[in-house]
């Protein structure tokens, strides 16, 4: 059996001014296309299909779309959970439809799967509260998983129904699994586990979430789940979350986050992005193949010495989303910031990085913070401008236009 493991697709979701819809589109293009070529059987998309809870027309227009065609015309099962970004309820709501195409959506851990079954041979054979069992068409063994979608501290207590601290959720989350697994599941079928936990090897340090990203370990959030919690009898577990594809471990079976399709975020400039493959016969580990994505626009972060040499940088990177830091010894003027923006139409960003040479401001030269307060920076403007600090009456002007521009925002 061929299951494809994909997640994060974050719908929707722009970086700054930029829509990132068409490199959406396209890379969705490209996970249909492997899909079809590489003869996956289900695909599995491990939550947070879109950004926000309440996403644009445009985004759930894609997402039902490329849901529908990753099915095959009902013939391969598209199961789909609900991350931290995503409504549960609003990720439920089409579920009668969808199913009828093939298309499974579940919202929350305690999410039941009614029966069904397609002209095609697709069939729900058995379900329970966060488990499902399929037939597929043209093969005799059977597809169990196991579905814990993102659930806050709050869900995740009700759904196993105690108060409890952090290592007695995890053992109560476990002895869940390890209940399903016992009624559901033995090695004449292929047995998954796909979630949108935070999961990690016990004593190993937390990777780092995704930058902007809504953090899962917070106050009222979910807590790290370990892979010693996840039961014997699983042979792959599909997590979402984290937007690096990652192997989290190997025992009691293969734990792999399979990462966004594209880059959100200048934190993951020049990072690969892939698609998990995963072959898996009854009662054996399951094996993994890597497929790297190819439909993404590169996000690249640029440090120039200078409009120059960023002129000539950008000339030379046109395809990419840049976030470009430029080192100058003035301030950077209107016109140039014009000229950068005509000379690239993708950059998101402009950092100055300011060194002051001016004797006015003392030497040896001295670099501006530009983590300081606004004011501050005005002043060593001005100073820089002027030669010398602005008066009490200048400031106060500044003051008011600021307090102005406030009012208006």
């Given at each position: ?10 719908l929707?979701k722009r ?18 296309e ?6 996956a ?12 809870f ?59 799967i ?24 043209g ?8 579905l ?11 759904y ?8 007695e ?21 292929v ?7 935070f ?6 340090p ?15 959030g ?8 996840i ?21 009691p ?91 690239h ?14 004797h006015?401001?003392?030497?040896p030269s ?7 307060g ?23 002007l ?12």
């Amino acid at each position: 059996m061929r299951i494809l493991h994909t997640a994060d697709w974050h719908l929707g979701k722009r970086l700054d001014d930029f829509s990132r819809m068409e490199e959406q589109r396209a890379v969705l293009q490209e996970i249909g296309e492997v899909a079809d070529r590489e003869e996956a059987d289900a695909v599995l998309v491990a939550g947070d299909l879109f950004d926000t809870f309440n996403p644009s027309t445009e985004a759930v227009e894609l997402l039902y779309k490329t849901l529908k065609k990753l099915t095959n015309n009902g013939r391969r099962p598209v199961i789909a959970i609900a991350g931290n970004h995503d409504s549960p309820d609003r990720i439920e709501s089409p579920d009668p439809l969808a199913r009828e195409c093939g298309i499974i959506f579940a919202g929350y851990p305690h999410s039941t799967i009614p029966p069904l079954r397609l002209d095609t041979g697709l069939e729900v054979v058995r379900s329970d509260e966060g488990f499902l069992e399929l037939s597929l068409p043209g093969i005799a063994t059977p597809l169990r998983i196991l579905l814990t979608p993102y659930a806050n501290e709050f869900r995740l207590k009700a759904y196993l129904g105690h108060e409890n601290n952090e290592e007695e959720m995890r053992a109560l989350l476990q002895e869940k699994w390890q209940q399903l697994v016992d009624r559901y599941c033995d090695d004449r079928g292929v047995n998954i586990l796909v979630s949108h936990l935070f999961m990690i090897q016990k004593g190993e340090p937390l990777p780092e979430e995704p930058e902007e990203e809504k953090p899962i370990l917070h106050v009222g959030g979910a807590q790290a789940v370990y892979t010693e919690n996840i039961p014997r009898g699983i042979q792959y577990t599909a997590l979402g979350h984290l937007h690096r594809m990652r192997k989290v471990g190997s025992t009691p079976c293969p734990v792999y986050y399979s990462g966004s399709p594209l880059s959100y975020s200048f934190a993951e400039a020049n990072q690969k992005k892939y698609l998990l493959m995963v072959d898996a016969l009854p009662g054996e580990s399951a094996t993994v193949q890597e497929i790297e994505l190819t439909q993404r626009r590169p996000l690249l972060r640029k440090r120039a010495e200078g409009v120059d040499e960023a002129l000539q940088w950008l000339a030379e990177n046109r395809d990419a989303l840049v976030e470009l830091t430029l080192v100058t010894n003035t301030f950077l003027t209107a016109r140039e910031r014009r000229e950068l923006h005509a000379a690239h139409p993708g950059i998101v960003t402009i950092i100055p990085e300011v060194t002051l040479t001016d004797h006015q401001m003392g030497s040896p030269s001295k670099r501006v913070d530009l983590d300081q307060g606004i004011e501050s920076l005005f002043r060593d403007y001005f100073k820089h401008e002027k030669g010398q600090d602005p008066n009490d009456e200048i400031m106060e002007l500044f003051t008011e236009l600021r307090a102005e521009e406030e009012t208006e925002e």
